[in-house]
């Protein structure tokens, strides 16, 4: 019964939601179409009561992040006017295209001034000429200049296009990437796996079967990953709700994902936005809030859920770890993919105020590694 969430409060408002409520108390999986009840009431705060209580009972009071770096090592991308979402491709000609050379990253690398990055996050575009060897000698070079520093990077977009420029195989293109310091992958680029949606939003790109298929490949040999979701455009929770249930079902298979973080949409500065007639339609926090509670509840396998301040703001961020969230994102220093759309939020957050949000909203800040391993308990 609900009854059971608080002895004195029954936290859930919409009587649609209560069957849902009573199925994870029994402690059942959700379904599909109880997945869409979520996505389709308004009770926010019902849900985020469930959700918390799912947080809380893998995490107690306790909220992960680590000291990153975000690096985009090029903007220019193959698939610049098949994205429609996208603000920060380029095509190699165009204004504003750039490429860094390994000097130029090791440089940007240097550039985090409130503590010790811990970890590395490289994605980029689907640059036409850019072999292998690039990503494998910058890889070597960072962990060089940086011992011990983990590197979380490339997306499966990313490494099937490599594996394609290589005429190699994924397995083949990972074990390179492993060989050079990779340790994990983020989870970017699966968007939203249904066909319809893909067909509108990223016509030709790697499709939901082959970005599982990476993923997949890659828990195989032991490198863990992320994975994500990219809401508020033309999807609907039928759309989500498979989403979800097939990363879940590679989480039961695998064991491999390490962390969901749903990602919001944003329209400035993209095609999607300003002539397919999204521009003033970015989320609110309401949806933000929503995403971050039923990813909880839905991947009731994958052991973290994360909150992506860049996007959705740093006060909303704040308020998701009261609803199922155990994980923000971290200090970033460079943050170019959003802000190429419209992010408003500033580029960097210091390592001092990502303690005091977190001490904020009464949680434990853990500073972790890429991997979980935890560095520095602020109890
Ligand atoms: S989303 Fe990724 S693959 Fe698509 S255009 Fe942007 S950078 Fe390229």
């Given at each position: 019964m609900a009854t059971a969430l608080h002895a004195d409060a029954d936290p859930i408002a919409d009587e649609a939601l209560r069957p849902v409520a009573e199925k994870l108390l029994a402690g059942e999986r959700l379904d599909a179409a109880d997945i869409v009840t979520c996505y389709e009431s308004h009770d926010v705060v019902g849900l985020g009561a469930l959700a918390e209580r799912a947080n809380r009972a893998k995490h107690g009071d306790r909220v992960f992040f680590a000291a990153n770096q975000h690096i985009n090592p090029t903007n220019v991308c193959v698939l610049r006017n098949v994205c429609v979402f996208c603000s920060f491709a380029r095509l190699p000609k165009e204004e504003g295209a750039y490429t860094r050379t390994i000097e130029e990253v090791l440089q940007e690398a240097g550039g985090a001034k409130s503590a010790p990055t811990r970890e590395f996050h490289i994605v980029g575009g689907l640059h036409p000429n850019l072999p292998l060897q690039y990503y494998t000698d910058m890889m070597r070079a960072l962990r060089e200049a940086h011992p011990g520093v983990h590197i979380k990077a490339l997306t499966a977009v990313e490494i099937a296009h490599l594996a394609r420029l290589e005429k190699s195989s994924i397995r083949e293109v990972l074990l390179a990437l492993r060989d050079a310091g990779l340790t994990s992958l983020p989870g970017?680029?699966?968007?939203?796996?249904?066909t319809a949606v893909r067909a509108t939003i990223a016509d030709r790109k790697l499709v939901g079967e082959e970005w599982i298929a990476v993923h997949r490949e890659a828990h195989t040999l032991g490198i863990p990953s992320n994975c994500t979701m990219l809401y508020g455009h033309v999807e609907t929770a039928q759309d989500k709700a498979e989403h979800l249930l097939t990363l879940r079902a590679l989480q039961d298979e695998t064991g491999g994902f390490l962390t969901y973080i749903p990602l919001a949409y944003h329209p400035d500065h993209n095609e999607l936005g300003t002539q397919m007639g999204w521009v003033g339609r970015q989320t609110m926090g309401i949806d933000d809030l929503k995403n971050v509670a039923i990813g909880r509840l839905a991947l009731d396998n994958i052991p973290h859920v994360k909150t992506h301040w860049p996007m959705v703001t740093a006060f909303v961020s704040q308020v998701a770890l009261d609803f199922g969230c155990d994980d923000i994102e971290g200090t970033v220093v460079y943050e170019r993919v959003y802000h190429e759309a419209g992010a408003e939020t500033p580029m960097e957050m210091s390592y001092e105020a990502l303690i005091r949000l977190i001490q904020g909203a009464g949680k434990v800040p853990v500073e972790r590694d890429s991997l979980y391993n935890v560095v520095r308990t602020f109890d």
């Amino acid at each position: 019964m609900a009854t059971a969430l608080h002895a004195d409060a029954d936290p859930i408002a919409d009587e649609a939601l209560r069957p849902v409520a009573e199925k994870l108390l029994a402690g059942e999986r959700l379904d599909a179409a109880d997945i869409v009840t979520c996505y389709e009431s308004h009770d926010v705060v019902g849900l985020g009561a469930l959700a918390e209580r799912a947080n809380r009972a893998k995490h107690g009071d306790r909220v992960f992040f680590a000291a990153n770096q975000h690096i985009n090592p090029t903007n220019v991308c193959v698939l610049r006017n098949v994205c429609v979402f996208c603000s920060f491709a380029r095509l190699p000609k165009e204004e504003g295209a750039y490429t860094r050379t390994i000097e130029e990253v090791l440089q940007e690398a240097g550039g985090a001034k409130s503590a010790p990055t811990r970890e590395f996050h490289i994605v980029g575009g689907l640059h036409p000429n850019l072999p292998l060897q690039y990503y494998t000698d910058m890889m070597r070079a960072l962990r060089e200049a940086h011992p011990g520093v983990h590197i979380k990077a490339l997306t499966a977009v990313e490494i099937a296009h490599l594996a394609r420029l290589e005429k190699s195989s994924i397995r083949e293109v990972l074990l390179a990437l492993r060989d050079a310091g990779l340790t994990s992958l983020p989870g970017g680029g699966a968007e939203v796996f249904s066909t319809a949606v893909r067909a509108t939003i990223a016509d030709r790109k790697l499709v939901g079967e082959e970005w599982i298929a990476v993923h997949r490949e890659a828990h195989t040999l032991g490198i863990p990953s992320n994975c994500t979701m990219l809401y508020g455009h033309v999807e609907t929770a039928q759309d989500k709700a498979e989403h979800l249930l097939t990363l879940r079902a590679l989480q039961d298979e695998t064991g491999g994902f390490l962390t969901y973080i749903p990602l919001a949409y944003h329209p400035d500065h993209n095609e999607l936005g300003t002539q397919m007639g999204w521009v003033g339609r970015q989320t609110m926090g309401i949806d933000d809030l929503k995403n971050v509670a039923i990813g909880r509840l839905a991947l009731d396998n994958i052991p973290h859920v994360k909150t992506h301040w860049p996007m959705v703001t740093a006060f909303v961020s704040q308020v998701a770890l009261d609803f199922g969230c155990d994980d923000i994102e971290g200090t970033v220093v460079y943050e170019r993919v959003y802000h190429e759309a419209g992010a408003e939020t500033p580029m960097e957050m210091s390592y001092e105020a990502l303690i005091r949000l977190i001490q904020g909203a009464g949680k434990v800040p853990v500073e972790r590694d890429s991997l979980y391993n935890v560095v520095r308990t602020f109890d």
